[in-house]
């Protein structure tokens, strides 16, 4: 099974330059490990239009979708609110998210901890006993806080679920340059056409000059695509394969 997502980053805080998101980068590598393509990564600032068109262009475009950040107890986090506006849903308060909200904090359950019970109407909760809040899922869309930290311990825990089938993956590392070898990686292209090939020049490294990466979900066609590959190359110039 194919499966593809997008991930929509939401925060001032990364359009200014103040945080360097490091969310979308991790959301990207686990997914990939998983087989699933991440088509798109888009950032958004917290305002409730832009996320609301972000969130109902990505709902129909992609199997899955991941939200990052906007969601606290401050002004400023508005992402609740932003995707039950791209899905047409109102904005409620969630009786099983409040009711441990009031029995944690007791008296101090202030309408800023309260917001935090917040979800659009119909949202499922991902409960995890390892966890001591749960993840909000509204149709195909998966929200998630900004917080590294928490959203990597709630990623972790809901992983499972997303589960394709996984790309394979070959790796060519070679002296030459790109204008050397590019005519072996279009020949390459031309009999593999549904290859995904990589090449990703290093400078600088006395080892190698490009990174030539080989991924299908198909291992045997890796396979022979790498051997194709390589027998075009110069043996010189092969420095390793992973």
Partial sequence: MDRTAGIV?????????????????????????????????????DELDEIAVAVAEFQERY??????????????????EGVARGLNRKVIRHPAIEGRIREYFKEKANEARLKMAEVPEGAELIVDGRLGFPTIKCENIYILPGIPEILEQKFQAIRDRFAASPYFLRVIYTKDGEGTIAEHLNTTLVAFPELLLGSYPKIGDPEYAVKLTLESKDEAYVEQAMAHLLALLSRDSVVRTE
């Avoid at 945080?19 to 950032?43: A, C, H, W």
Wanted: no cysteine; hydrophobic share 40%; proline share 5%.
């Fill in 63 to 80: 199997d899955l979708v991941f939200t990052s950040g906007g969601v606290g107890p401050t002004h400023d986090d508005v992402t609740m």
């Fill in 9 to 45: 980053v939401i925060g001032n805080e990364i359009l200014s330059g103040k945080v360097v998101d490091t969310n979308s980068p991790f959301l990207t590598r686990e997914l990939r490990s998983l087989g699933v393509t991440v088509r798109r990564i888009l950032t958004v600032p």
